[in-house]
């Protein structure tokens, strides 16, 4: 699912980058005011960033929307000058270790320790080099694309018409040879990637971390080992259920696709209607328990309301167009489809008392990809200037997949138009996980009885067939996550921590992938390849923990919204869409941002300070009882995968 994406620019703590006009400051530069407290340390740092803000994040904008040597040299330039400057800040902040200060400037001085995922050498030289090798690996991944013959008779297709293949095509072959394609344009990162990690190691070092993957488990208001246990006690929670539905789905496909529906007991890769495997809805066609139900095809309506709006585009020509005509017509109607969803992601948040997005949002965000010049289509919401500037950059098509982006995108624009009076530093979720889990709360309350309201499913009928499709539609997309939601940040803890070596990146990652997903390719994929680099987060350097860690979250705030709007019934018919009592509820706790801690802002909502999956089980309980009646007799679960050899001290 494209959904389950980066937070803009790659930071840990959900804080933006930004850019320094000038190199850092040092405790004794003259700059710095003499005597000057924590609280007003704090103060000016929150004040600069603010200022530098909208330099940096114009050029990330840049360099992901505009894909060239020039775009990615200014980015690459900014990201640089705000290391510079972090490095600074920290380096400055050492002298209050001890001091007395507020609980609030405390709190600041922890969360600019943590505001990059990125953390940067002291040493000018190779802080430069770690910048040009994070733009050049994320160019490569916007700018890649699978070529096949030469000179005149070569043609290319990039993610968005390889993913169209996974989608559609039920061919064995042509999904395989999609599947491929794309991995294959990650192979040329690896070197970097290598690099890469050596640089982010000894900048965590050099803010007292272990490694980089340290640091990165230490932006949760607990030790970094807690944290690592808590999500295996999670995952443990609903490991159970992701089995069952793994079971079902293999069943199905060993159906489909005889003799190759399955890789010794585990998925093929490439069948699963996603280039990684993380969201299976667009096997509805073969995972669909009941045809005879109403039909859920929310992608086939969202496909029709493009044809229509593009016939009525060629209708209302004079004349019948030509082939240049045709063509930018049809681009009008994409670019009409995709702000038609986009408005209706908007009714949610708005049916719920809160503000309408501002007019720049629909003048400066890219909806659709444009046809002139690569840009990054993996979706993503940006606040360029910690005010009112807010944007999405996607490439929508009229798919579910893309639909329900759309809304999860949203969650993240109205995060930080909730927030934006915060300090800079509080600008940022309670924990990275909350900002994932915003707009996929709603994503729960779009129920068939929503989908239906607005006219892109059927009136539902009320049966237990009925429920089960309506159960399916959804754990093909949240159930089937949760494993992957792990294992990306698997890889890199244990990439940066070493026990990963670089000569065993490729089979480390299947070894996970097969371990967390029950997933293995249909051929083996030696260390020629490297296909973490395939996912953007990888190359774009996006933790990923916070991914599962929402998965869990959305359903204990849908929870409490759901009992906020006064609702009385199963978890799973629940929508609190039009109800201004659970917004007030919900924009509340958005607003707090990361002033305190994530347990104080989890328990103001829901009354519980601790993440718990219980509410996912809860919601499920109908379809986890119909698999394990349907999985009877089966041999559900897969084989363990042999361990990688750690790296040898």
Same mark, same amino acid.
Not at 141 to 165: D, F, I, K
């Given at each position: 699912?494209?959904?389950?994406r980066?937070?803009? +620019? *790659?930071?840990?703590?959900?804080l933006? !980058?930004?850019a320094?006009?000038?190199d =850092?400051?040092?405790? @004794?530069d003259?700059a710095i005011?003499?005597?000057?407290?924590?609280?007003?340390?704090?103060?000016?740092?929150?004040?600069?960033?603010? =200022?530098?803000?909208?330099?940096?994040?114009?050029?990330?904008?840049l360099?992901? @929307?505009?894909?060239?040597?020039?775009?990615? !040299?200014? *980015?690459?330039?900014?990201n640089?000058?705000w290391l510079t400057?972090?490095?600074?800040?920290?380096?400055?902040?050492?002298?209050?270790?001890?001091? /007395?200060?507020?609980?609030a400037?405390?709190?600041?001085?922890?969360? +600019?320790?943590?505001s990059?995922?990125?953390?940067?050498?002291?040493?000018p030289q190779? !802080?430069?080099e770690?910048?040009r090798?994070?733009? $050049?690996?994320?160019?490569?991944?916007?700018?890649?694309?699978?070529?096949?013959?030469?000179?005149?008779?070569?043609?290319?297709r990039?993610?968005?018409e390889l993913e169209?293949?996974?989608?559609?095509s $039920?061919?064995?072959?042509?999904?395989?040879?999609?599947?491929?394609g794309?991995h294959?344009?990650?192979?040329?990162?690896?070197?970097?990637?290598?690099?890469?990690v050596?640089?982010?190691?000894?900048?965590?070092?050099?803010?007292?971390?272990?490694?980089?993957?340290?640091?990165?488990?230490?932006?949760?208001?607990m030790?970094?080992?807690?944290?690592?246990?808590?999500?295996?006690?999670?995952?443990?929670?609903?490991?159970?259920?992701?089995?069952?539905?793994?079971?079902?789905?293999?069943?199905?496909?060993?159906?489909?696709?005889?003799?190759r529906g399955?890789v010794d007991?585990?998925l093929?890769?490439h069948?699963?209607?996603?280039?990684?495997?993380?969201?299976?809805?667009?096997?509805? /066609?073969?995972?669909?328990?009941?045809?005879?139900?109403?039909t859920?095809?929310?992608?086939?309506a969202?496909?029709?309301?493009?044809r229509?709006?593009?016939? &009525?585009?060629?209708a209302?020509?004079?004349g019948?167009?030509?082939?240049?005509?045709?063509?930018?017509?049809? $681009?009008?109607?994409?670019?009409?489809? *995709?702000?038609?969803?986009?408005?209706?992601a908007?009714d949610?948040?708005?049916?719920l008392?809160?503000?309408e997005?501002?007019?720049?949002?629909w003048r400066?965000?890219?909806?659709?990809?444009?046809r002139?010049?690569?840009?990054?289509?993996h979706?993503?919401?940006?606040?360029m200037?910690?005010? /009112?500037?807010?944007r999405?950059?996607?490439?929508?098509?009229?798919?579910?997949e893309?639909?329900t982006?759309?809304?999860?995108?949203l969650?993240?624009?109205?995060?930080?138009?909730?927030?934006?009076d915060?300090?800079?530093?509080?600008?940022?979720?309670?924990? /990275?996980?909350?900002?994932?889990?915003?707009g996929?709360?709603i994503?729960?309350?779009? @129920?068939?009885?929503?989908?239906?309201?607005?006219?892109l499913?059927?009136?539902?009928q009320?049966?237990?067939?009925a429920l089960?499709?309506?159960?399916?539609?959804?754990?093909?997309?949240k159930?089937?996550?949760?494993?992957?939601?792990?294992?990306?940040?698997?890889?890199?803890?244990g990439?940066?921590?070493?026990s990963?070596?670089?000569?065993?990146?490729?089979?480390?990652?299947?070894n996970l &992938?097969?371990?967390?997903?029950?997933?293995a390719p249909a051929?083996?994929?030696g260390?020629d390849?490297?296909d973490?680099?395939?996912?953007?987060?990888v190359p774009?350097?996006t933790?990923y923990?916070?991914?599962? +860690?929402s998965?869990? +979250?959305?359903?204990?705030?849908?929870k409490?919204?759901?009992?906020?709007?006064?609702?009385?019934?199963?978890?799973?018919?629940?929508?609190?869409?039009?109800?201004?009592?659970a917004g007030?509820k919900?924009?509340?706790?958005?607003g707090?941002?990361?002033?305190?801690?994530?347990?104080? @802002?989890?328990?103001?909502l829901?009354?519980?300070?601790?993440?718990?999956? *219980?509410?996912v089980?809860?919601?499920f309980?109908?379809?986890?009882?119909?698999?394990e009646?349907?999985?009877?007799?089966?041999?559900?679960?897969?084989?363990?995968?042999?361990?990688?050899?750690?790296k040898?001290?």
């Amino acid at each position: 699912m494209n959904h389950r994406r980066l937070w803009v +620019l *790659a930071i840990a703590a959900c804080l933006a !980058l930004s850019a320094c006009k000038r190199d =850092a400051a040092t405790a @004794t530069d003259p700059a710095i005011p003499e005597n000057e407290t924590a609280d007003e340390f704090i103060a000016r740092v929150d004040d600069e960033l603010r =200022a530098m803000y909208p330099e940096l994040s114009a050029a990330q904008w840049l360099s992901s @929307t505009y894909i060239n040597d020039d775009s990615q !040299l200014l *980015a690459a330039k900014a990201n640089e000058r705000w290391l510079t400057a972090l490095n600074g800040w920290i380096e400055q902040a050492r002298r209050f270790e001890g001091q /007395d200060m507020s609980p609030a400037t405390a709190r600041a001085i922890g969360l +600019l320790k943590l505001s990059t995922a990125m953390p940067a050498p002291r040493d000018p030289q190779r !802080l430069a080099e770690l910048t040009r090798i994070a733009t $050049r690996m994320e160019g490569m991944y916007g700018a890649g694309a699978y070529c096949v013959g030469e000179g005149e008779n070569q043609s290319c297709r990039q993610l968005g018409e390889l993913e169209e293949v996974l989608r559609k095509s $039920r061919d064995h072959d042509e999904q395989l040879d999609a599947w491929q394609g794309w991995h294959s344009i990650a192979q040329p990162m690896r070197k970097d990637y290598v690099r890469f990690v050596e640089l982010v190691n000894e900048g965590a070092r050099d803010m007292g971390f272990a490694d980089a993957g340290e640091m990165w488990r230490s932006g949760y208001d607990m030790s970094p080992g807690e944290i690592a246990a808590e999500t295996d006690r999670l995952w443990g929670q609903v490991k159970p259920l992701y089995e069952q539905l793994h079971c079902y789905a293999r069943t199905r496909l060993e159906a489909k696709y005889p003799d190759r529906g399955s890789v010794d007991g585990l998925l093929p890769a490439h069948l699963m209607g996603n280039m990684w495997q993380q969201d299976w809805s667009n096997l509805w /066609d073969i995972l669909q328990p009941y045809g005879s139900a109403g039909t859920l095809d929310v992608s086939a309506a969202l496909e029709t309301q493009f044809r229509e709006g593009l016939n &009525k585009r060629l209708a209302a020509a004079r004349g019948l167009p030509d082939a240049v005509g045709r063509v930018e017509i049809e $681009r009008r109607a994409e670019a009409d489809i *995709a702000e038609s969803m986009t408005r209706r992601a908007e009714d949610f948040y708005t049916s719920l008392g809160m503000p309408e997005l501002p007019e720049s949002f629909w003048r400066k965000s890219q909806l659709i990809k444009p046809r002139d010049r690569d840009v990054v289509c993996h979706a993503s919401a940006w606040p360029m200037d910690m005010a /009112d500037d807010v944007r999405i950059k996607m490439c929508i098509q009229p798919s579910e997949e893309d639909f329900t982006t759309v809304y999860h995108e949203l969650g993240h624009i109205y995060y930080y138009m909730a927030y934006k009076d915060q300090p800079p530093l509080f600008q940022a979720g309670a924990h /990275d996980g909350f900002h994932e889990a915003i707009g996929d709360t709603i994503v729960l309350a779009m @129920t068939p009885q929503y989908m239906s309201t607005i006219g892109l499913v059927e009136e539902q009928q009320q049966s237990q067939a009925a429920l089960i499709n309506s159960q399916m539609r959804m754990a093909l997309s949240k159930v089937a996550f949760l494993p992957f939601g792990l294992m990306i940040d698997r890889w890199r803890w244990g990439v940066f921590g070493g026990s990963i070596a670089p000569e065993n990146y490729n089979s480390a990652w299947w070894n996970l &992938k097969a371990q967390y997903q029950g997933v293995a390719p249909a051929d083996a994929r030696g260390e020629d390849f490297f296909d973490p680099g395939a996912k953007y987060h990888v190359p774009g350097n996006t933790p990923y923990t916070r991914y599962f +860690l929402s998965h869990i +979250l959305q359903f204990q705030f849908y929870k409490a919204l759901c009992d906020a709007s006064g609702y009385d019934g199963p978890l799973y018919e629940c929508s609190f869409y039009g109800n201004e009592a659970a917004g007030e509820k919900f924009w509340a706790m958005l607003g707090k941002g990361a002033s305190q801690p994530w347990q104080q @802002t989890l328990e103001e909502l829901t009354g519980a300070g601790t993440m718990d999956a *219980a509410a996912v089980l809860e919601y499920f309980a109908p379809l986890q009882d119909w698999l394990e009646s349907q999985n009877e007799g089966q041999a559900c679960g897969w084989p363990a995968p042999a361990p990688v050899a750690a790296k040898t001290p």
